[in-house]
Every structure is written in C-alpha cells, then in structure tokens.
T-cell receptor, first 113, second 113 residues
Framework: EAGVAQSPRYKIIEKRQSVAFWCNPISGHATLYWYQQILGQGPKLLIQFQNNGVVDDSQLPKDRFSAERLKGVDSTLKIQPAKLEDSAVYLC???????????FGPGTRLTVL | EDQVTQSPEALRLQEGESSSLNCSYTVSGLRGLFWYRQDPGKGPEFLFTLYSAGEEKEKERLKATLTKKESFLHITAPKPEDSATYLCAVQGAGGTSYGKLTFGQGTILTVHP
C-alpha cells in the first residue's frame, strides 16, 4: 500500500515570497491533516479536512496561510507571503476517519531566508 | 486546552540497558493516546494507540502503558536501531476537531553499541 506522498521535499525561499506544498493521501482516506513541526518541537495541527470540507483551521494563520482539498483527494497548502518564523517541516497526514490512526508523509522542509 | 509534556528531553542508553520514557497529559476527555517514532528527515511512524487507563500494548522491545494522567513507553534491552525521537500525542473529546492530535515535544533516544 502506497503511503502519504508529499512534494517538494525541500524548499528554500526569501521572506515575503510565496510557496506551495502538495500532499496525496493514502487512497480511501477521507481525513487529511496538515501539521507544522518547528525544530525541536512536536507537530502542531494547522488544518484538518474531512473529504473536501474544513473541520478545524483554528490554528492556521489565515492572513498568510491557505489550504484546499479539491475533490476530496489531493491537498495544497500555500504560504503567501512567507516570514522567517515559517521555517519548519510541513507534514501531511491522513486517516480513514477522524478518530483513526494517522499516517504521516515524509514532510517538506521549508527554509525562509 | 489539551497539553502533553514528555520527559526526559533526551535519553542516552547503552545497548541492552532498559529504561522508560514518560508522557504526562491533560485533556478534556481522552479519546486516545498515541505513540509515534520519528527518524531524522522522516515523518512520524505510528507505534501504539491506548484508549483507557490500565491498557498496555507491546511491539518487539517496546511496551506502552496508560494511567489517567500519564503514559510510559518502556524499552527493554534496546538496540542502536531503536535510536529515534519518540513522540506522544493525545486526541481529546473537547473542541471542534474530532481527530486533532496534540503532541508533546518528544524524547530523543540514543542507544550506543
């Protein structure tokens, strides 16, 4: 069974630039999550989708971050404009249902200079 | 607000030297407590889910236990390949998100041959 796919794996940008991350969850998984993991910390939930609807985006900095999950499969997370403090690993996870085991992708490491 | 604290922050063991990692939590109605392993440059890998106090689960050299306030991950006769960051997370019944994981900061385990 293929796991959660993410791209790119690494990205380096200047502050105030824009960046987008892509996630393809495990086939059949209705719930998709984006987490932010700052170095030395545990992952922090940014947004949760159930199919193509947003369940929780309470910790998403909406002035600069946006996410969508069209057709309830792939998802894109965008940052515009990026700040230095956005440097982190962005992890995508999926689960069959909201209470189920979450499977994580390899993450995208973002460095903002 | 759900909170998770892990201790110690780092643990160095000799191969074969058994020890335990601690995860203390406060949560508004525990739906599940999760243990993940994270290797450098990779996403978290699921290990265990515990649902109620008194529950125990085992996998190879790892054993997870749960009380009403904390969980322990016991490592018996560790090997160098057990070196990783171990993350604990809780899924609570409060709030708007059923599925959201709140993570601790992790324990970095290093096992020397």
């Amino acid at each position: 069974e293929a796991g959660v796919a993410q791209s790119p794996r690494y990205k380096i940008i200047e502050k105030r630039q824009s960046v987008a991350f892509w996630c393809n969850p495990i086939s059949g998984h209705a719930t998709l999550y984006w987490y932010q993991q700052i170095l030395g910390q545990g992952p922090k939930l940014l947004i949760q989708f159930q199919n193509n609807g947003v369940v929780d985006d309470s910790q998403l900095p909406k002035d600069r971050f946006s996410a969508e999950r069209l057709k309830g499969v792939d998802s894109t997370l965008k940052i515009q404009p990026a700040k230095l403090e956005d440097s982190a690993v962005y992890l995508c996870a999926s689960s069959i249902n909201p209470g189920g085991e979450q499977f994580f992708g390899p993450g995208t490491r973002l460095t903002v200079l | 607000e759900d909170q998770v604290t892990q201790s110690p922050e780092a643990l160095r063991l000799q191969e074969g030297e058994s020890s335990s990692l601690n995860c203390s939590y406060t949560v508004s109605g525990l739906r599940g407590l999760f243990w993940y392993r994270q290797d450098p440059g990779k996403g978290p890998e699921f290990l265990f889910t515990l649902y109620s106090a008194g529950e125990e689960k085992e996998k190879e050299r790892l054993k997870a236990t749960l009380t009403k306030k904390e969980s322990f991950l016991h490592i018996t006769a560790p090997k160098p390949e057990d070196s990783a960051t171990y993350l604990c997370a809780v899924q609570g019944a409060g709030g708007t998100s059923y599925g959201k994981l709140t993570f601790g900061q992790g324990t970095i385990l290093t096992v020397h041959p």
